[in-house]
């Protein structure tokens, strides 16, 4: 039975994920293999026009509304993010999208954030810290506009 609550989770969790992700239509989402490290792959295009840009999506989710302190659309949620550790190397940013299921709401944080130091000065920041923001469509927004921002200073 735990199985099948575990596949449940992970594929209304992706889903979701979808759902929050097609709803630009600049985006291109790449489902992974399994145990390749990311579920997915987005691909932002310009123009209609395949870019090359790409970022990483981790998703997480649990059924019920964890132990978490909310200030605003900040959230600390208390839930294991060991897993993350083997993302640290990947040439791209990566975000990860996590879901309370009894709610259907979303929330995000950066695995490697995208951070421009100095002009043409970019890297990727790995980030453990367990607080999250609520995903809503203008967070969506702002996360393709850091990615955007991230390769167009890259040298």
Known sequence: MTTQQTWYITQRAESL?????????????????????????????????????LFGIEVKAISSTPKSSQNGDIVMINYSLNSIDSLRELPFPVCLLFFILDKDQGYYKWILQPVIEEKKNVKLNFDKNPTFKKLTDEEINSIISDVNDWYDNRN
């Not at 979808?18 to 792959?41: A, C, E, H, W």
């Open 17 to 53: 994920a979808i759902m929050y992700l097609t709803r630009r239509d600049d985006l291109i989402v790449s489902k992974q293999q399994p145990n390749y490290g990311l579920d997915f792959l987005v691909t932002i295009k310009k123009a209609d026009e395949y870019s090359g840009r």
